[in-house]
């Protein structure tokens, strides 16, 4: 079946420095949403990519879809302590399906 | 606070044993989606109620059911439980069902079979 590959599963990050995580579709998406999940929380919506090679910005964070509508990834610059937890993408397929990626989870070293 | 509330908050039954868990979507929401979260994994979804007609079906075992209700609550029963149905499970809600719209989740119901 369709899947939706979210790599790295995990990041461990000193705070300040990025992260970024990294879907991939074995077929074509036509949109992809980005969710965040705090320790012991619930997934929380962060954005939606629609357009064929968009790039959003949401303050520190940078969302991008390629432009094969594929893959998409998250770039988190100068991470903050808030910034811990898992981030999912999820994408719909041709079936208007959601397919969701695995997460990563992001570690901030001590 | 996503306006969606699951309940209980924490199950703990046995194996063999039948739950059920409850959602209300947010005001106004027509679907309902439930998930699964095991440990450390990610979000297995199972099963799509929109205005209280079946919409999609995912890995959702024989052993589970769910039905949405005329004021549009939710409910998921699981029955002949085993040890690795402990999981979190989370519903969600939306609008509509278009493929856009984005999933308000509920807090989850944490459940342990032993």
């Known amino acids: 079946g369709q899947q939706v590959m979210q790599i790295p599963q995990y990041q461990h990050v000193q705070e300040g420095e990025d992260f970024t995580t990294y879907c991939n579709s074995s077929?074509?998406?036509?949109?992809i949403q980005w969710y965040k999940q705090r320790p012991g929380g619930h997934p929380v919506f962060l954005i939606q990519l629609v357009k064929s090679g968009e790039v959003k910005k949401q303050k520190r964070l940078t969302f991008q879809f390629g432009e094969a509508k594929k893959n998409s990834s998250l770039h988190i610059t100068a991470t903050q302590t808030t910034d811990v937890g898992t981030y999912f993408c999820?994408?719909?397929?041709?079936?208007?399906?959601?397919?969701w990626g695995a997460g990563t989870k992001l570690i901030i070293k001590p | 606070d996503s306006g969606v509330t699951q309940t209980p908050k924490h199950l703990i039954t046995a194996t063999g044993q039948r739950v059920t868990l409850r959602c209300s979507p947010r005001?106004?929401?027509?679907?309902v989606y439930w998930y699964q979260q095991s440990l450390d994994q990610g979000l297995q979804f199972l099963i799509q109620?929109?205005?209280?007609?079946?919409?999609a079906k995912g890995n959702i075992l024989e052993r589970f059911s769910a039905q949405q209700f005329p004021d549009l609550h939710s409910e998921l029963n699981l029955s002949s439980l085993e040890l690795g149905d402990s999981a979190l499970y989370f519903c969600a809600s939306s609008p509509g069902s278009a493929a856009w719209e984005k999933l308000f989740f509920g807090s989850g119901t944490q459940l342990s079979v032993l």
């Open positions: 005001s106004g929401d027509l679907s």
């Open positions: 999820a994408g719909f397929d041709s079936n208007y399906q959601l397919i």
């Open positions: 109620y929109y205005n209280g007609e079946e919409r």
């Open positions: 077929t074509t998406l036509s949109n």
